[in-house]
């Protein structure tokens, strides 16, 4: 059945392509949905309307789409290979399926010339043709947001007068951490912050700041366009057309922050630490359990890193906790272990540890706080580890 809709919908759009051109009546607007409850809305979405009631047209086209059935899908999204899409919908089914989530719709009627609203017309239909359809996805400059602003701006050049300082001032990190807070997903901005680098900490500029789709509906509101010599708002009308379909409903809190869960376990490593200590237990097999998983997430930063195209996963600072070489170094802690470089490597890391929690402020990519307690757990028994190699040599 999903072929079958797919089809008609194509033929559809394909059908006003070959069609006349848009009646004086039409008009187009900038559709804003807000953020949902899976991760994939967290950020909210922007789709363009087409609305040509003279016609019968009443569409929308969204960027960000992807197939299933690609082949290698998992293992090009992991990469940041796989290609995304333009998509279109009938507009009602568009809203029904959003209004079925519970995400408000903001619509803002866009003031265009005849020539503006036809030019982004045939762009857009251009761009859904299956030849011009698929394009490479970057979550920060080239996405659902951000293709539509250069939409607008590729149809209306200079007549189209954006902010240079709205939203101007934060860094791709900060937007993320903003929206993954405001919506109750901090497990999901602790994982983000592990996984993005350096390039994340840029300050947006206004221009920028337009990856988020409630920016570019900010954005949009500000703008001017000059209309006949005259420069007047870009929005003729804004307002919520779902107001009716959707229910009260409040966030869900998660009941196990970060936070809660790491600072435990620190409390909980500090207490098995000082039991081993007094008992001079020969016992490294937390050690190697908890190394082993800091390993196996530096390799995970290390191919994001050096082996993946999401283009803002390089120069990732947290390689330098998680240390990829603890797999398979951990393996080799043994009860009888008396290794001096052993004894050295931990010592060398826990000392490195230890400068990278006092320079955490300094640090051009801002850290999650969150890691604090692990740091300071795999600190603490980097030293253990160290004493208990160093006191087994000395007994030789």
């Known amino acids: ?148 602003r250069d939409v607008l701006r590729r149809v209306c050049k200079d007549s189209l007068q954006l902010s240079k300082t709205l939203h101007a001032d934060s860094s791709y990190r900060q937007w993320i951490d903003l929206y993954a807070r405001k919506n109750e997903k901090l497990w999901a901005d602790f994982g983000m912050d592990l996984a993005i680098g350096e390039p994340s900490d840029e300050i947006t500029g206004a221009n920028g700041a337009m990856f988020l789709p409630d920016n570019l509906m900010d954005a949009f509101d500000a703008a001017k366009i000059n209309r006949d010599g ?86 990732n600072l947290n390689i330098i906790w998680t240390y990829p070489l603890f797999f398979p170094i951990a393996l080799l802690l043994k009860k009888e272990s008396n290794r001096a470089w052993l004894s050295k490597h931990f010592l060398a890391y826990g000392i490195i540890l230890v400068f990278f929690l006092a320079a955490w402020k300094f640090f051009p990519q801002e850290i999650n706080y969150a890691l604090i307690p692990v740091v300071l757990m795999l600190c603490v028994r980097a030293f253990f580890v160290w004493w208990r190699i160093r006191k087994k040599l000395s007994s030789f």
């Not at 409390?267 to 050690?287: N, R």
Request: charged share 20%.
């Open 1 to 148: 059945m999903k072929k079958i809709f797919f089809l008609v919908v194509f033929a559809f759009i394909t059908s006003f392509a070959n069609a006349q051109m848009l009646s004086t009546d039409a008009t187009i607007s900038l559709l804003t949905v807000s953020p949902g409850a899976e991760l994939y809305s967290t950020f909210g979405h922007s789709a363009i309307r087409i609305r040509d009631p003279r016609q019968g047209l009443d569409f929308t086209f969204n960027y960000g789409a992807f197939d299933f059935r690609t082949k290698g899908f998992y293992i090009k999204f992991l990469r940041g290979t796989l290609p995304y899409q333009i998509s279109g919908n009938y507009f009602e089914n568009d809203v029904a399926g959003w209004s079925q989530d519970n995400r408000s719709v903001i619509e803002q009627v866009l003031n265009l010339s005849q020539a503006q609203k036809q030019g982004v017309y045939d762009f857009l239909q251009n761009n859904y043709l299956p030849q011009n359809r698929e394009y490479a996805y970057k979550f920060f400059y080239d996405n659902c947001s951000t293709r539509l």
């Open 230 to 315: 005259k420069w007047q708002p870009l929005v003729l009308s804004k307002q919520v057309i779902n107001r009716d379909m959707l229910a009260v409903a409040d966030k869900e809190k998660e009941s196990i922050t970060p936070n809660i869960l790491f600072w435990t376990l620190f409390l909980l490593v500090l207490g098995l630490t000082a039991y081993q200590f007094k008992t001079e237990s020969k016992s490294f097999l937390f050690d190697k359990i908890i190394f082993t998983i800091a390993g196996i997430f530096g390799w995970f930063i290390f191919l994001l890193w050096f082996f993946t195209d999401h283009g803002v996963t390089e120069n």
